[in-house]
Nanobody
Framework: QVQLVESGGGLAQPGGSLTLSCAVS????????IGWFRQAPGKEREGLSC????????YYVDSVKGRFTISRDNAKNTVYLQMDSLKFEDTAVYYCAAYRLDILGFPRWESDEFDYWGQGTQVTVSS
């Protein structure tokens, strides 16, 4: 059974940090890319970052480049999103998702290109 489970969300102050985790099970990550997305109330889901699980190539959209860092732990089948210098506008539900890297190439950041999704974790940035 394919599962992606996010954790690590919560409340942070502006300028603060949070680390999100995406634990993956049920399929081999070797052929998959993992992406992080977010969706704020009233807004469309937005792709943020992507990692090639096999060789750890990374990609970031401009809005998070330099503030967010995606990484992976092979032994734990887990992908992380380290979020620093958080801003009010980072408030959203954050999702991780997986897509077939060997079919679509790298990177990808459109929601409809991803096959498997986690349930999401809420991040709230507030003073």
């Amino acid at each position: 059974q394919v599962q992606l489970v996010e954790s690590g969300g919560g409340l942070a102050q502006p300028g603060g940090s949070l680390t999100l985790s995406c634990a993956v099970s049920g399929f081999s990550l070797s052929y998959y890319g993992i992406g992080w997305f977010r969706q704020a109330p009233g807004k469309e889901r937005e792709g943020l970052s992507c990692i090639s699980y096999g060789d750890s190539r990374t990609y970031y959209v401009d809005s998070v480049k330099g503030r967010f860092t995606i990484s992976r732990d092979n032994a734990k089948n887990t992908v992380y999103l380290q979020m620093d210098s958080l801003k009010f506008e980072d408030t959203a539900v954050y999702y991780c998702a997986a897509y077939r890297l060997d079919i679509l190439g790298f990177p990808r950041w459109e929601s409809d290109e991803f096959d498997y999704w986690g349930q999401g974790t809420q991040v709230t940035v507030s003073s």
